[in-house]
């Protein structure tokens, strides 16, 4: 996508915004100058600490998942017997959606920031699961058999063959789920916690109907979405430069 | 070199392969391996490259018994071996940078000697075969016979001694598959490296052996050797001899059916 294109098209909405304000012309739709002029001091105040702290849940499940599903992927995908064994379990949970879990996380791990990260971990997780365990399949004997020609034994071959191997599987996954990661941490946020931009929208909207806030936490949110998801984009970019060769 | 003994190898489902069979290549020979598909020609090339281990007997390189593969025996096999996701120059520099990454500990690199200058080693071997131009594109955007060029670049930036082939032209177009034969057998001129070149076409085994190893009925219990003395030689291709020698391996290998 080209940088001036995202522009133009942040532009577009923008202006949609404010001729939306102007139709509705109620306080529950303020015009997008008078929020983002609130997003601009806010951020710097209790918005940016809510902010940091959804950014450190999700940033800390996207560590964890990849830490614990890259690993499993890669030996269910090289071995398999072991994914005989577990690829039923694997096709019922991955389909359900984790957000209906929370009330069962929160019940079992309370209201700590533990419970949070949990919940977007166990999203990511499958995701990325599921993916590298599929390249980790796809990658073909001869490919392993003759770097193994070269000396490579079990650790060069991580280095050399699996890790890289793995590397595209596991940032699509992130990108693909970062969306939903972002939308459940919304919903955990709203439980019983006094940090995150979820709770942010919800005191202000539906607490102290203070709208313009509501929006400026709603800007928040998305631009967290966005931030990670271009920002795994450009990883992708950066580290898989072979996937975008013509 | 190699010394195969009592060797017996069985497939998954238990079919022999191999049942007491003995070879023998001496240092520096080049030899075809023909036979038919499923005949256990690339069961044989794994088992010397240590890929594969026998169920009984022994294959021994240079008197050493092989249990994993060797650091100095080289293998290029038809397809997907090149890292997709590598450039040519890294995939070229692949082994050199395996055998920096355990240093010259003697079981997956030779004892004694550290790898220096690897930039150098490879752009030496880039330039030799013609890749250059294409040393930072990645396997997918190259053609196939460069694809092979850059797999022989590979192997033998590590200087082997013994160099294994498996159907290494097969899915390449004539004229690329004849200036590939070629330049092997360049290469082995210049090396002094022995050769071992598994194949399913009698043209190609007339051109690269010396002598020609048959492999025929399951379980293969006697090495069948067809001696080939014009082999192994570029200017073979044009020989009358060429013909005669081709008609004889047909006939062979027609026989072993």
Redesign the interface.
Known sequence: MKRTSVLLAAVALLIGWQIAAWMVNRPILPPPLEVLTIFATEIFGELGLDFLASLGRVVASMALAVATAVPAGLALGQMPALNRIFSPVIYILYPIPKVVLVPVILLFLGISDLAKVVIIFLILFFQILVLVRDQAAAL?A??V?????????R??LF???YY??S?PAILTALRQSIGTAVAVLYVAELFATQRGLGYYIYLHGSTLFDYPRMYAGVVAMSLLGLGLYFGVDWLQRRL???QF?? | MIEVDGLAFHYPDDTAVFEGFSWRVAPGEAWAVLGLSGGGKTTLLYLIAGLRLPVQGTVRIGGEPILRPRPQTGLILQDFGLLPWATVRDNVALGLRIRGFYGPDGKHAPAGEAVTARREITQAWLDRLGLSRVADSFPGQISGGQRQRTAIARTLSLQPDLLLMDEPFASLDAPTREDLQNLTLQLRAETGLTTVVVTHTIEEAALLGAQVLLLGQLPNRTAHIIPNPGGADPAFHTSPRYTKACALLRRELEAVR
């Open positions: 073909r001869e490919l058999a003759s770097v193994r020609s070269l000396g490579a034994g650790r060069a280095r050399f063959v890289p191997a590397l898989c430069p072979w060769a013509s």
